[in-house]
C-alpha cells in the first residue's frame, strides 16, 4: 500500500510570471492541491470540472496510448495559471481556443498558464492532446495502469486517473464523461456508463461510453483487451454489461457465475438503500496479477483473485453496495473513507443473513471476539485511520462493527431508515463521517456522539458494545471461542483490496 504526504508542485517560474500582463495583478495560480490532509498534492484549486470528453486511440501490442481530452470547467477564483494531475507526454494545450504554455512539476503536476488569465465563474474549455505508454509510468513508486496479456487496464484508488487522462484528481470534484476509444478490430474497450455506439473503419473499431451522472476520477475506469460479453436487464430494468477476459483460466466459471448474479445483487441492495442511482451496471474481470476489487462507477473492476476459491458473490455485493455508499455520495476528503468501507463491508454482512450463512449480529460477535485488546486492530480509527491505514482490514470490520452497534442503539426501524435516507439526502454529491453521525441523529432523535466517538476514533478496544444487546459481551466474557460463520471466508477475502 502507498500512504504518503506529498509536498504540493512549485510554482511557475519568474519568466513566466513576468509574462502575466499587469492588468492581472489580481489573478493568482490555483492550488496544486485541492486541500486534502492525507494527500495534499492531489486534485488542483481554482476551478470545477463539470464534463470530460475524452477520445483516444490505444494500441495493445505496444501499450501507446494516444488522447485528446477536452474538460468543461467554471473558474472559483481569478486565475494566472492552474495545474491538472497527468504523467503522459503532453503536446499542445489549448484554453478557451488559444494555445496555452505548460510544464511539469512535482510527481505529477501539469502546469497550465493560458494566454490571458481567467475571471473568477468564467467557464472554461481546455483542451489536451498527448500520448504515452501508460504501464511505463509511476509515481510515488507505483503505477494504476496494469499491462495484461492483450491490452491494459486503468483501475486503482485513491488515484488512477493520471496515466490515462488529465483532471482534477479528487472526490470533491466530480463530474459526467464521454469516453470514446479506437482499437484495433477483434479487441474491446470497456469504460464506464451506457454504450452509446460502435463504428468500424480500416481496422479499427472506435467504442463510445457515457456516464451521464457525476462521477468521482477515482471512479472512471478504461480496460482495453479480448473479452467474453455477457448483456441483460435487472428486475427493474437497468441495463447490465458484463466483461470475462477470454483468457481467464481456472477462475472463468467461478468469476461467471459470481458477476451474472449482478442484476439480482443490485435489486436486492436497492431494498436497503432505495432505488439504484445510475443507468447502468455491470462488472469486468481482466487478466491481472492484481488482487484487488474497486468500485467503477456502474461498473466495478474485478481481480480473478477475488474467485481463485470458487464464486464469490459477497465480493459482487461490496462493489456493488459502494454505489450508493462511495459512488453517488463520495467522500468529502479520504479520511471519511469509512462511509464507503464500512457500509460496504456492512452489506456484505447483511448478505450472508440473506443466504442464511450467518446473521450481522453473529459476524459481529466473531470479529469482536476474534481480536483481543491488544490486537493492533483496535488502534486504527476508522473514523480518520491516517493515510497509511487508510485501507486497513479495521476500516472495514471495525467500520462495521459500529454500523451494529448503532443498529442495536437505535433499533432496526430507525437504522434502515439512516440506510436508506443517507444515500439520497447527499445524492450525487459528498460527506464527512460528521455529516453521517448528525443525520443519524436526527432520524433516531438520539445523541450518537459517544457511540460514534467508541467505535470510530478511539484506539483501543472497547469493553461492551455501547447500548447493544449484549451477546458480543456475553461472548468476550464467557472467554468461548467465537463461532465461525459460514459466509467468513468470503467476506474476508474481500479485504485485499487497493494495493500496490
Known sequence: MHRRLIAPGALATASVLLAIPASAASHSPGAPGIGDPYYPAYGNGG???????????????????????????????????????FLLDVEEVRVNGAKASFTTSGEHELEITPKTPLAKGTAVTVVVRYSGVPSSKQAYGFTSWHRTPDGGVGANEPEAAWWWFPSNDHPLDKATYDVSVLVPDGTQAISNGTLQSTSSRAGWTRFNWRSNKPQATYLATLAVGKFDITTDRTESGIPVVNAYSKDLGDNAGAARASIERTGEVADWLSEYFGPYPFNALGGYVPNTNTGYALETQTRPFYSPRQFTNGSNT???????????????????????????EGF??????????????????????????SHPADDPFWTVKPGDPGPENQFDIAVYDRGALALQSLRNEIGDDAFFA?????????????????DF??????????????????????????????????????????????VRPKSWQRIAATNDVHEH
Not at 60 to 74: F, K, Q, S, V
Open 47 to 85: 476551478y470545477d470540472v463539470s464534463h470530460y470528453d475524452l477520445r483516444l486511440k490505444y494500441q495493445p501490442p505496444t501499450d501507446e496510448l494516444e488522447g485528446t481530452a477536452t474538460l468543461l470547467a467554471r473558474t472559483t477564483q481569478e486565475l494566472s495559471r492552474f495545474d491538472l494531475d
Open 418 to 434: 439512516v440506510l436508506k435516507g443517507w444515500p439520497q439526502k447527499y445524492a450525487y454529491g459528498n460527506a464527512t463521517v460528521a
Open 344 to 369: 460496504a463491508r456492512y452489506a456484505q454482512w447483511l448478505w450472508s443473513e440473506h443466504e442464511d450463512e450467518g446473521t450481522a449480529q453473529e459476524i459481529a460477535d466473531y470479529v469482536y471476539a
Open 437 to 482: 453521525r448528525e443525520y443519524a441523529e436526527q432520524v433516531s432523535g438520539q445523541s450518537l456522539s459517544a457511540l460514534f466517538d467508541t467505535w470510530l476514533f478511539q484506539p483501543s478496544k472497547p469493553t461492551a458494545p455501547a447500548a447493544a444487546d449484549a451477546s458480543i459481551a456475553r461472548t468476550a466474557k464467557a472467554g468461548a471461542p467465537p
Open 314 to 340: 459477497s465480493v459482487v455485493v461490496h462493489e456493488l453496495a459502494h454505489q450508493w455508499y462511495g459512488d453517488l455520495v463520495s467522500v468529502a476528503g479520504w479520511k471519511d473513507i469509512w462511509i464507503n
